[in-house]
């Protein structure tokens, strides 16, 4: 029995849309197993895979929760608790604002609503043939239809206690309409109501209020950078190792209780002997003793020795060092075990396998470098296994990260192979919005699958750097290494822009139509600059010496009719190699796809020559190019510099600089960096001018 969707509505920022989570399920890991054991490998990766070493069953993987700060991630895990353990922590603060004020604005007095605002909770629980001995705790929300399903709906409601009362109060307060302060007032009248926490089946048939859904789940969470003081591990142990002396250990217990009263009755004797008779007599001098007396003894308990009987050392080489003087990473680390296992050692034995067990540990990377995060995803199964597998239980546990790390998110990606179980936050419309993402989502092409050439090549680039992506506001996919280097230079010039996380990746932008379903998919505005790859003849061995004088091979392309582009995501984009009718951009949804259009009365193949085109006459672009190629410059421009001859001839300074775009672009950085006067400064091209307009607007900008 799993834990296989949460769905939120009207909570804090979850409204009624893309506001379901989908957590690892047990039909898949089952679907794995099946195979695996059809193939007979016996290889380690099948057992990460599979998930059952011996008797214990856990998640293949964990389900990964990411997103950019205040994305909702720690608010899912805080509905888990409170619906699991903290049943009455809700409150009318609790209501997401914007649910609240539409709920008011389409108030009306003379004809009020049948309800009153509510938050939702829909979970559901995915069975499996061997969860009979749980299913006991489900029976209040099976009916008939529901016996051959392996999913079962339970609804969660907070909900007004007294409707009859709240639309009275309702009535009373807005009876006169409503001012500009109608949304505070009526804020001011949930917050004095009383509310229930109800459970209802999937035909929303209220059950019994006696049930409690802590009795069909545990939760433990683990919240971010619990370091609460330098000594925090040896607290950690000393209470792990206290609990077990009380429930694992009892007889040890009772035989050290044992000798700690001879020791207690020897030190009696001792501070008897040694010191009472002394403090007696002083206070003799003072007071009269006739009437009181002063006794001392030794009062060694168990529980006294427990609380300071651990000192947490790490062993560096064959050094002890104190707790307090190691890295906090480690200590991190440490902790998130320590927790795990107190957990597991308080847990009832029985329980086990009549609960749901969850365990969330949130944001796993706080202190840790990059190499520790990535090794942590990678084995955090692993290391539970080991863990688990010392109580020789068949322990049923799944495990929720949350995290705002890339280096986890590929670790995620890489270790398991997959993108599945991966669960998106991202905000539209100031609202959370949750994309469970999995290989179908983001494959390339619906047909394709996860061993064809251009899925293997899409979670390949996103080890470099693109899982960046996933922690953008908006991202620029760009074709070249001169983009890449000048574009980021121009984003903080911006005000719109600046201010804003945006990611510039370079991926090549002819492969950018492989990253199309992956962006509809994060749904942030990605801006693709790529080359309009005009295809035209090209000098080869065969061209004659006439051809080269008569400079075919560097002709200006001045209109586009019975042209051709051999982009492919153009292609893909536009729906044809034909360019003739080519707009100046291409606009999907929250993607815009930049290229080169008419520049001074040229077309463009590339960024260096639409930059050429756009300041063939700029001082600090002339002084570039007399740099780079301080021959062909003279030829092209003369002795006495005639700027237009730039213009003219920029699809040759387009091929005589295919060799050197690094140097060029390297070269216009460092210029542009130290250029002191803004008016001095090249400017960008037209088409990715306009595509950071685009950019700067779906931030928010004018």
């Known amino acids: 029995m799993f834990l296989k969707r949460l769905k939120l509505t009207n909570y804090r920022k979850f409204s009624a849309e893309q506001n379901v989570v989908e957590f690892i399920s047990s039909k898949i890991v089952k679907k794995q197993e099946d195979e695996n054991a059809e193939e007979t490998v016996t290889t380690e990766e099948t057992k990460e895979v599979s998930g059952k070493i011996g008797e214990i069953d856990v998640a293949s993987g964990t389900t990964l929760i990411i997103g950019k700060n205040n994305a909702g991630k720690t608010t899912i895990i805080t509905a888990l608790d409170n619906l699991i353990n903290h049943s009455n922590a809700f409150g009318a603060n609790d209501f997401n604002y914007r649910y609240l004020q539409e709920y008011l604005n389409d108030y009306d007095v003379n004809n009020p609503p049948v309800s009153a605002p509510y938050i939702e909770f829909k979970i559901t629980i995915e069975l499996e043939e061997d969860s009979s001995d749980r299913i006991s705790n489900l029976i209040p929300f099976m009916l008939v239809e529901d016996i051959e399903d392996s999913e079962l709906d339970i609804c969660i409601r907070y909900e007004v206690g007294d409707l009859v009362f709240f639309q009275s109060e309702m009535k ?229 990260i949350t995290t705002h790390s890339s280096h986890i998110l590929n670790s995620k990606i890489h270790s398991t192979n997959t993108f599945n179980n991966i669960c998106y936050l991202h905000e539209k419309k100031s609202n959370a919005s949750v994309t469970n993402l999995c290989n179908k989502i983001v494959m390339p092409n619906e047909s394709e699958d996860e061993e064809s050439e251009t899925f293997r090549f899409l979670k390949k680039h996103i080890k470099y750097k693109v899982s960046e992506l996933f922690f953008s506001e908006a991202a620029i996919f760009v074709e070249g290494f001169a983009e890449d280097m000048i574009i980021p230079y121009y984003i903080e010039k911006r005000e719109g822009l600046c201010k804003h996380f945006v990611s510039v990746f370079n991926i090549n932008g002819a492969h950018g139509f492989l990253y199309k379903r992956l962006i509809e998919a994060l749904g942030i505005p990605v801006l693709i600059i790529t080359d309009l790859d005009i295809e035209r003849k090209e000098e080869s061995e065969e061209d004659t010496e006439e051809d080269r004088k008569s400079a075919t091979i560097y002709q200006q392309i001045r209109c586009l009719d019975d042209h051709k582009t051999t982009n492919a995501t153009i292609i893909d984009l536009y729906g044809k ?87 060029f672009a390297s070269k216009l950085l460092y210029k542009i960096v130290n250029e002191e006067l803004e008016e001095n400064l090249p400017k960008l091209p037209q088409y990715i001018s306009d595509g950071l307009d685009w950019l700067e607007e779906k931030l928010g900008g004018n």
């Open 172 to 400: 009373e307060s807005f009876s006169e309409g409503k001012d500009k302060n109608a949304f505070a007032k009526f804020l001011n009248l949930l917050q004095d109501i009383d509310y229930t926490l109800n459970y209802y089946d999937k035909n929303l048939n209220r059950i019994d209020a006696d049930f409690k859904l802590s009795n069909l789940m545990e939760l433990q969470c683990i919240k971010a950078n619990h370091l609460k003081n330098d000594h925090c591990l040896t607290d950690a142990f000393n209470k792990i190792i206290n609990y077990r002396y009380d429930h694992v250990f009892q007889k040890e217990k009772k035989e050290i209780t044992k000798e700690l009263e001879q020791i207690n009755s020897d030190l009696t004797q001792n501070i008897s002997k040694n010191h009472t008779d002394v403090i007696r007599n002083v206070l003799k001098t003072l007071v009269s003793m006739e009437r009181m007396g002063v006794d001392l003894s030794a009062d060694i308990t168990f529980d006294k020795l427990m609380k300071d009987l651990i000192k947490y050392e790490y062993i560096e080489d064959d050094t002890n060092i104190p707790e307090d003087q190691f890295g906090l990473g480690y200590t991190n680390l440490v902790m998130i075990i320590a927790t795990i296992i107190d957990y597991m050692e308080r847990y009832p034995d029985s329980s086990f396998n009549s609960k749901i067990n969850l365990i969330s540990i949130e944001e796993p990377e706080t202190f840790m470098h990059p190499q520790m995060q990535e090794l942590f995803i990678k084995n955090i199964n692993e290391a539970i296994r080991v863990l688990l597998s010392s109580k020789d239980k068949d322990v049923n546990s799944q495990i929720i």
């Open 577 to 663: 190699s034909d360019i003739s009718a080519i707009s100046n951009h291409i606009e999907k949804n929250n993607l815009y796809l930049a290229y080169q259009g008419k520049i001074n009365g040229y077309y463009a193949t590339s960024f260096e020559e639409a930059f050429i085109l756009t300041n063939y006459d700029n001082a600090l672009a002339n002084e570039l190019l007399k740099e780079l190629k301080p021959q062909i410059y003279k030829s092209i421009v003369g002795k006495i510099p005639k700027y237009e001859k730039n213009k003219e001839n920029s699809y040759k300074w387009q091929r005589k600089l295919e060799k050197s775009k690094g140097e």
